[in-house]
């Protein structure tokens, strides 16, 4: 029970769906922009409703070369779900070995490597760019998916999330487990596991976002169109100093490139929230 | 079917705490034995170390004779039934009982009709199906009884299985952990710190305080012949009442007056101060105070029904004792009573280390 | 806790996979990025001379540097506040209509999903000096919107298209914040005469910061580094550096000015200041979890 206030409750809704358009109107102005032709955008202020080009501008972009890119926005789609699953499949597999190590083994220097892991948590890949790019670059994997996955593989935000989680598991499980006789990748198999999987949908859900809507990385290591992302390919397509911004064709890739993430997260919301919020904890 | 010996069992933690110091035990073949005592006595140490859960700092412990300390839980082939159950949430109540066989490498159609047996026998039959979150806490108990039973181990060790459960269930399942125990014949270990559980379930009781065992012996004998302040104060509700006394040429005085002639053999000279020990059982009301009697007035009544608990003030003391009167006796608060304890049920302790001056025999 | 202690290899074998690529992707560029800052590379990339403190005295002594770093300031705060203020309000709002508040919650979560480079592409196309929607309206009352050619407007540009972004992100955990307050305060409150605004000042403000504290160093860790998509894909920094964050300078300095030293410098003082971020968020976490 709580004291209502019609008049308040009206207008709080009022307040949310007008928030709610300001919201939507950047998403809705692009879709209407990739239903345009080039000459009818370029008539004055951007058009309002729909066009009739939305089919032929999305086979344009899908199915050829893109003015700038080199590579038609299907490859691109490609590379961009490559890397995002790379990451997120990467990340949550190294995470779940590693978490399981450190809180459900004692060994020395389990504190130690539990610092080193953990330390990254601190220094995001944009600020170790150079020496990192080096790297990549003597081990070869300039213009490579490895190259593109590997280096936002290290950093322990997946491996926290489930350390938390573990320490929540009731010891008497691994008890009762070793009683029962299971031993260390039984116990995994059989019990954590099983019992991780919330934890690893919603992580699944945190790091395909992260994965697919990088941006710095991509931009370093891929100088060919063959390996470049969605998200980085727009920034060329806008660098245009010679003529006109196509910018039903950008508009219609950002909307591609958007797609994917949205979906997850719309589709998958239930455990997106419960990661971010356990990721507080 | 197994005999267990434990031989200067000790557990000290790496931060040097000690938790055990040195116990001393042999479990017979097909004995429940309880193990009882206050938190932080030890007794869950005691009981993790005999399934293995626990590293043993020093001593031995063997089961039929073989050294087990260094293997794994498993291969103890002991169960062991947790105070929260411990069940595999994503398992169902067949899976639950059959992880153990599956380890183990039995067969599927082997395991299933082993659970099922087992099912039966504990009335589980129709919910080998469900998940633990779809039982109640009655049932889940049974599940973890069966999740042990279905492997017939040498030894079942029980962790307060009955605390989580509401009073009716628990009398209920007690009798009922009694009777498939003995029906089974496998040895048992208890813990509790409930000491009716332990009073009732017990073929012998091992008291525990500080990390030591205080006594070791049948429900009766450590009713009766306590051997030690902790053990007569833990063992029996209500607890014991103290009394500060002073002996002089075989008779106890106490600070009200009071003179209750000594029993022959107690270990105490003339002149010792002495601790005095009376159940609330053992305090009978008589009309008239004289000077073997207590003279007290009534504090505080509780009813039970077929007994009525009597809190009372000594005259002169701050202490309140409880006696244990007839249900059917009127009595109300102010009330004067007369108490007398029967002299042949006095138990005698040192005033300061607490153990028991009676010579063992002369109390029955 | 439980564990398993006799097994003495297996720990490691689980471990191993974490810390080979933490090993070579993070610690070994981190501590070339040290390394480095001691040096000046020659141009030509041949050789390289120790200069001590040189690379960090010359970014003390550039204009330029401060330049970015009051930038980073302007801009962070902005974001930080912007899309906390906008997050708290919006989930205020859905907190008391209860019905739909979850539904909202949906509709309004998604722009977290979106890249922040995209992000600033839509942005950018709304604020188009020749057919931006927005800059039409601007221009209606007065305003003369060119973000290639205005720092100011150019700087609004990357922080309203930030703050698009992330609003969601606080949206989420301030509901889940207010959502987790027990009814029964504000009951208790409601009871004690209190009317919603001070309900809200002396009872579910004082329960959120936590949360508050919280989201305050993530959306600086994003205003820091995240947004670095946003910019390049808008103004690229400019115009005349307007919009040139601190990690916009290093990424400029190594990758297009190939001054190697300067950018390994600027990155140590970097790390140095996100260490310092996340010595404070640990410092929080401390509070609530047991290492």
């Known amino acids: 029970m709580r004291y209502r206030r019609p008049g308040l409750d009206a207008i709080s809704h009022i307040l949310l769906i007008l928030a709610l358009l300001a919201f939507s109107l950047p998403v809705w102005l692009a879709i209407i922009a990739a239903t345009h032709d080039q000459s009818s955008l370029y008539t004055g202020t951007a058009p309002l409703w729909f066009g009739d080009q939305g089919l032929d501008n999305f086979r344009a972009i899908l199915s050829e070369p893109v003015a700038r890119l080199g590579t038609d926005v299907a490859r691109l789609l490609f590379n961009s779900t490559v890397m995002a699953l790379g990451i997120a499949c990467g990340k949550i597999f190294i995470a779940i070995l590693a978490a399981y190590a450190i809180v459900f083994f004692r060994f020395p220097l389990r504190r130690l490597c539990f610092w080193l892991i953990f330390i990254t948590l601190m220094l995001p890949v944009e600020v170790r760019i150079m020496p990192t790019y080096k790297i990549a670059a003597d081990l070869n994997l300039l213009n490579s998916y490895a190259g593109l996955i590997l280096p936002l593989i290290a950093s322990a935000t997946a491996t926290f999330l489930f350390r938390q989680f573990y320490m929540t598991v009731p010891p008497e499980l691994l008890e009762a487990a070793r009683v029962d006789g299971a031993g260390p990748w039984r116990f995994l198999r059989d019990i954590l596991l099983p019992l991780s999987k919330t934890n690893i949908a919603a992580l699944f859900v945190i790091m395909f976002l992260y994965g697919w809507n990088q941006y710095l990385w991509p931009l370093l290591i ?13 920034k060329r397509m806008l660098s245009s100093a010679d003529n006109l911004v196509p910018w039903q064709a950008v508009m219609a890739t950002a909307l591609l490139a958007m797609l994917p993430p949205v979906a997850v997260i719309v589709l998958m919301q239930r455990y997106f929230v419960k990661g971010l919020v356990d990721a507080e904890k | 079917m197994a005999t267990l010996s434990l031989d200067a069992l000790s557990k000290t933690y790496p931060n040097g705490v000690t938790a055990l110091h040195g116990v001393d035990l042999t479990i017979d073949d097909g004995e429940l034995i309880v193990v009882v005592g206050p938190s932080g006595c030890g007794k869950s140490t005691l009981l993790r170390m005999l399934a293995g859960l626990e590293s043993i700092s020093s001593g031995e412990l063997a089961i039929d004779g073989r050294r087990v300390n260094d293997l794994e839980p498993a291969e103890r082939d002991i169960a062991m039934v947790f105070q929260n159950y411990a069940l595999y949430p994503h398992m169902s109540v067949a899976d639950n009982m059959g992880y153990a066989l599956k380890n183990q490498g ?19 039959e129709d919910l080998l199906d469900r998940r633990p979150k779809q039982l109640s806490g009655g049932q889940r108990q049974r599940v973890a009884m069966g999740r042990a039973i279905v492997r017939e181990p040498k030894v079942f060790l029980f962790d307060e299985p009955l605390s989580n459960l509401d009073a009716k269930l628990r009398v209920q399942m007690r009798i009922e952990i009694r009777r498939l125990q003995k029906r089974l014949g496998v040895t048992a270990v208890y813990v509790t710190h409930d000491q009716v559980e332990a009073m009732t379930l017990a073929d012998r009781l091992v008291v525990m305080n500080g990390g030591h065992i205080e006594q070791v012996g049948t429900p009766m004998h450590l009713y009766d012949q306590p051997a030690s302040r902790f053990v007569a104060s833990f063992i029996g509700s209500p607890s014991m009442n103290f009394i500060e006394a002073r002996h002089a040429d075989g008779v106890l005085t106490l600070p009200c007056g009071t003179h209750l002639p000594l029993r022959d053999g107690a270990s105490t000279e003339s002149g010792d101060a002495v601790c005095l020990g009376v159940r609330p059982e053992h305090l009978v009301q008589v009309g008239q105070g004289d000077d073997t009697t207590l003279t007290t007035q009534v504090e505080l009544v509780e009813p039970l029904g077929a007994d009525t608990l009597a809190h009372v003030r000594l005259d002169g003391q701050a202490e309140l004792l409880v006696a244990r009167l007839n249900g059917a006796q009127q009595i109300a608060e102010g009330d004067r009573l007369y108490l007398r304890p029967d002299p042949e049920r006095l138990h005698l302790f040192d005033p300061q280390e607490g153990h028991s001056l009676a010579a063992p025999e002369t109390v029955s | 806790m439980a564990t398993f202690q006799r097994h003495r290899l297996t720990p490691w074998l689980l471990l191993s996979p974490q810390l080979a690529i933490v090993a070579i992707f993070f610690f ?3 501590a070339q990025a040290v390394f480095q800052a001691f040096y000046v590379e020659d141009p030509f990339g041949l050789g390289r001379t120790f200069v001590a403190f040189e690379n960090f005295t010359r970014l003390f002594g550039s204009a330029e540097y401060y330049r970015a770093l009051g930038i980073t300031i302007t801009f962070s705060i902005s974001v930080a506040l912007g899309a906390m203020a906008l997050a708290l309000l919006l989930a205020v709002l859905a907190d008391r209509v209860i019905k739909g508040a979850n539904g909202y919650k949906t509709l309004l979560i998604w722009p977290y999903a979106v890249a922040p480079a995209v992000a600033g592409v839509l942005w950018v196309f709304m604020l188009d000096p020749e057919l931006g929607l927005i800059s039409a309206w601007l221009g209606a009352v007065g305003i003369d919107w060119n ?21 969601s992100y606080n949206f989420v955990f301030f509901l889940a914040g207010l959502q987790a307050i027990p009814r029964s305060l504000l009951e208790a409150a409601a009871m004690d005469n209190a009317g919603p605004w001070r309900r809200f000042w002396t009872i579910t403000f004082p329960l959120l910061s936590p949360t508050s504290f919280f989201l305050l160093v993530m959306n600086s860790v994003y205003a820091f580094f995240e947004t670095f998509g946003t910019i390049d894909a808008t103004t690229a920094g400019g115009p005349g550096g307007a919009t040139r964050t601190l990690v916009y300078k290093v990424y400029e300095d190594g990758f297009i000015g190939y001054d190697l030293g300067s950018s390994a410098a600027q990155s140590v003082l970097l790390m140095l200041l996100v260490g310092l971020l996340t010595l404070l968020q640990f410092r929080y976490l401390e509070s609530k979890v047991q290492y």
């Open chain 3, 147 to 167: 973000h290639q050619l205005n720092g100011g407007q150019a700087m609004a540009l990357v922080i309203m298209a930030s703050i698009w972004k992330q609003m």
């Open chain 1, 222 to 234: 891929t100088t060919e169109s063959d390996y470049m992302t969605i998200v980085v390919s727009l």
């Open chain 3, 28 to 30: 070994w560029p981190a």
């Open chain 2, 106 to 124: 039995v067969p599927r159609a082997e395991r299933r009709r082993k659970v099922e047996e087992t099912a039966r026998l504990i009335g589980l």
